[in-house]
């Protein structure tokens, strides 16, 4: 007989006479003739209940069986008897497929998540955790699906890149030269006899990649890893993220910020459609304001407003910040969160940031003092999408890369595309954990990636 997974046996509308399922005990409490056991196959939040009757031949094996064993169960899918279920399933056979110790730390009382970290390796067992990872899942699907309905097309860029899109020089080097031996000319490493005959990196971003693609395709977009060597110990730095990057060719900076604040709506309104039961989840144990947040968020009309506007916003408030706020200086998480949770109320687009604090690629404007650059910040987390309108004008670009003493010869391929059909075009980056935060109302980035790397941490 074939495997039912339990999301689809609780979705039945019919009992059922013949079915087999198979998971991992999560409970077990035993009457005077039968053993009442929960199991969970991690297809949903929900356990199917198992009856077992005693006159089952293994009986005493099952009324002994411990937290985190697995079984394979045949029987009956019939109307529950007791409350809290609609479903039950009358046990036929029980076959005990492991058996777990009682050393099993998983064990019914909640844990912490700081706990639960430590044995990444099996929390994705937990409720929470699996409704994380369930969340994440059909959020991926979803960004797929927002795209592919909008004709984008997607673009798997290079993770190996000899380019630092961001500028910042916050990169992982990739290398096959021996660490204990380097090869040195003129005093310094001689990067002409590593694997790629030149100082290779981790990708930070595949905007450039996308660029390129945009230009060729109109609208695509990028979804994979990126990673960041940047010694930020915050709830919202990891040194290894997702990021979804799209990149539209005839775009300025406002059909930019329409697809930003679309694509954010979408995607909430997606996962409160179609993942209720792991939301509810959340909104019962970790955030209890969290269905509020996401209605506002997938409701209300982002409100948008130049980098200048917000620092005057910040001087007025009569807040006491950490760090000072004035022109040229970059908006910390304390002054974008006050901005959206505070000032706003909603979700909020900073756009126009002063060219000093910003990447070469973005479009200078007229002023000369600022760029076209847009910010997305959101309650609970600050900046959730960082992207801007590109420098297509060739001269200024260079220009740019001559200001910032960028070698230019390095990027002779970036260049190219501004000398052949060079088009006004944009793009933006959203980071997918800081997105899955906000949907789950978790509080760590941590949390809601499967095995987090940040510094000095790299256990899994
Ligand atoms: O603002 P960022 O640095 O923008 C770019 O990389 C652009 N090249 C994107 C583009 O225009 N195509 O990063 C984009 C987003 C941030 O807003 C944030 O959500 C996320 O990526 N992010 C991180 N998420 C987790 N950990 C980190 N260390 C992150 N750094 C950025
Ligand atoms: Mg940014």
């Known amino acids: 007989m074939k495997r039912t997974k339990i999301v689809n046996l609780l979705q039945s509308k019919t009992p059922i006479d013949h079915v087999l399922i198979k998971g991992w005990?999560?409970?077990r409490r035993d009457s005077k003739s039968f053993s009442f056991i929960?199991?969970?196959?991690?297809?949903?939040?929900?356990?199917?209940?198992?009856?077992?009757?005693?006159?089952?031949?293994?009986?005493?094996?099952?009324?002994?069986?411990?937290?985190?064993?697995?079984?394979?169960?045949?029987?009956?899918?019939?109307?529950s008897q007791g409350s809290g279920q609609k479903w039950e399933l009358i046990a036929e056979t029980v076959e005990i497929l492991s058996v777990a110790p009682e050393t099993y730390p998983l064990?019914?009382?909640?844990?912490?998540?700081?706990?639960?970290?430590?044995?990444?390796?099996?929390?994705?067992?937990?409720?929470?955790?699996?409704?994380?990872?369930?969340?994440?899942?059909?959020?991926?699907?979803?960004i797929h699906k927002f795209f592919r309905?909008?004709?984008?097309?997607?673009?798997?860029s290079p993770v190996i890149t000899g380019s630092d899109c961001e500028g910042a020089g916050e990169m992982f080097?990739?290398?096959?030269?021996?660490?204990?031996?380097?090869?040195?000319?003129?005093?310094k490493t001689d990067f002409a006899e590593d694997f790629f005959g030149k100082e290779v990196n981790l990708t930070v971003s595949g905007q450039l990649s996308a660029e390129m693609f945009a230009l060729a395709l109109g609208d695509v977009y990028t979804f994979g890893p990126t990673f960041r060597a940047e010694d930020s110990h915050t709830s919202r730095h990891v040194a290894e993220f997702w990021m979804v990057e799209p990149e539209m060719a005839f775009c300025d900076l406002k059909g930019n910020m329409?697809?930003?604040?679309?694509?954010?709506?979408?995607?909430?309104?997606?996962?409160?459609?179609?993942?209720?039961?792991?939301?509810?989840?959340?909104?019962?144990?970790?955030?209890?304001?969290?269905?509020?947040?996401?209605?506002?968020?997938?409701?209300?009309?982002?409100?948008?407003?130049?980098?200048?506007?917000?620092v005057e916003i910040l001087k007025k408030s009569g807040k006491k910040f950490e760090y000072d706020i004035e022109f040229g200086k970059d908006l910390q998480t304390e002054h974008e969160r006050y901005l959206t949770e505070q000032h706003f109320k909603k979700p909020l687009i900073v756009y126009d940031y002063p060219t000093t604090i910003k990447p070469f690629y973005m479009r200078l404007n007229d002023?000369?003092?600022?760029?076209?650059?847009?910010?997305?910040?959101?309650?609970?987390?600050?900046?959730?999408?960082?992207?801007s309108q590109r420098e297509e004008r060739l001269e200024v670009l260079e220009n740019r890369m001559d200001e910032m003493d960028l070698p230019k010869e390095n990027y002779w391929w970036y260049l190219d595309s501004r000398r052949f059909g060079s088009v006004e075009h944009s793009g933006f980056?959203?980071?997918f954990e800081r997105l899955l935060m906000l949907i789950t109302g978790i509080s760590n980035i941590r949390d809601v990636i499967p095995f987090p790397r940040t510094p000095s941490s790299i256990e899994f």
Do not use: W
Not at 47 to 73: F, H, P
Not at 149 to 156: P, Q, T, V
Not at 173 to 187: H, I, S, W
Not at 367 to 387: C, K, N
């Open 367 to 387: 002023d000369h003092q600022t760029v076209a650059a847009m910010d997305v910040l959101v309650p609970r987390i600050g900046e959730i999408i960082g992207g």
């Open 107 to 142: 064990q019914k009382k909640r844990h912490t998540d700081e706990f639960l970290r430590t044995i990444a390796h099996l929390r994705p067992r937990t409720n929470k955790y699996g409704a994380t990872f369930r969340i994440r899942s059909e959020l991926s699907y979803a």
């Open 25 to 27: 005990v999560r409970t």
């Open 149 to 156: 309905d909008k004709g984008f097309k997607y673009i798997h």
């Open 173 to 187: 080097r990739v290398t096959t030269l021996a660490l204990d031996n380097l090869p040195f000319k003129d005093g």
């Open 38 to 79: 929960e199991v969970n196959d991690g297809s949903c939040l929900k356990n199917i209940q198992i009856i077992s009757d005693n006159t089952l031949e293994n009986y005493k094996n099952i009324t002994s069986l411990s937290t985190g064993s697995a079984v394979s169960v045949s029987g009956k899918l019939a109307e």
């Open 429 to 431: 980056g959203l980071g």
């Open 258 to 310: 329409n697809l930003a604040e679309e694509m954010i709506k979408f995607l909430t309104g997606f996962v409160l459609e179609e993942c209720k039961e792991d939301i509810e989840l959340f909104a019962k144990y970790v955030d209890k304001k969290l269905i509020k947040t996401l209605d506002n968020v997938a409701t209300s009309d982002f409100k948008r407003l130049p980098y200048t506007s917000a």
